[in-house]
């Protein structure tokens, strides 16, 4: 029997937190008394997240393991769960139980209400640093005014998706992803359930500010032109200044100012000139460097082990 939902969950390094996962999710998916399966993607773990998912899929034929053949990255195991998802609707969740799944039951009364995108918005974070607060914080709103779709608030992965909007999801294969941008440029009929966010139940973060640096570079890189326009401006700016700054020491040179004789006035000039060129550079080089992914055509991922796979095992 085919599922009606589908729960994704990435996982990289959790070994101490699959069980509770696994309990909690059977707990909160068998009230619904519909069919559903849970789609483990390893992500390349290396503490032994790998043997328990193996075993959990060897007692439940509902547990359905995706095992990569090395890290790819939180997103790319998202997107692997989307594609080997059946369900007619998905929930994306993480393994550290900071979403805790008993939210889905009220994304699924809004899915039966008729919207195809739920997503859960943060009104409390636990158990995180006034650093990654803020930073978060200062993350979504910048998004938000810079990017071409409006990425709703605080607002992370954790959400239902319609198997109409995954379908769609599934047509997109860019390599750097940012999937609560992508779900909001669909369209479709969006809504969001409010939740306290519950401190990491084990572990550490996945998430260190250097990933979540990267994650906010490709979402400006993927939904906006904000940084391309920046470096425009800024050499419009420069050029300005220094057709303002022409007549300004010509005349100070003449009524024999000492500030303005000598190589100063030239060298800081050409190192301004020169950083605004440098910075520009960078930025194209951010684009440039999407664009040579791309055209490469490498798969997003590599599965070392499927769903069929483990399940032959276990025959």
Known sequence: MEPVFSIIAPIFNEKDNLDELYKRISSVMDETQEPWELVLVDDGSRDGSTDIIREMAGRDERVRPVIFARNFGHQIAVTAGLDYSRGKAVVIIDADLQDPPEV????????????????????????????????????????????????PLD????????????????????????????????????????????????GETKYPFRKMLRLALNAITGFSYLPLQIATYMGFISAGISILAIPVVAIMRLAGNEAFFGQATTLIAVLFL?????????????????????????????????????????S
């Open 104 to 151: 889905i039951h009220d994304m699924i009364q809004k899915w039966r209400e008729g919207y195809q995108v739920v997503y859960a918005v943060r009104t409390e974070r636990e158990g995180e640093s006034w650093f990654k607060m803020i930073t978060a914080s200062v993350f979504y709103r910048l998004i938000y005014r810079i990017t071409d779709v409006k990425i």
């Open 155 to 202: 607002t992370g992965d954790f959400r239902l998706m319609d198997r109409s909007v995954v379908d769609v999801l599934n047509r997109m294969r860019e390599r750097h992803r940012f999937l609560r941008g992508m779900s909001a440029w669909v369209g479709f009929r969006q809504v969001g359930v409010e939740y306290r966010r519950a401190a990491r139940h084990a």
């Open 274 to 314: 020169g950083g605004v060129q440098l910075i520009s550079l960078g930025i194209l080089g951010e684009y440039i460097g999407r664009i040579y992914d791309e055209v490469k055509g490498r798969p997003l991922y590599i599965v070392s082990e499927g769903p069929s796979d483990i399940n032959n095992q276990h």
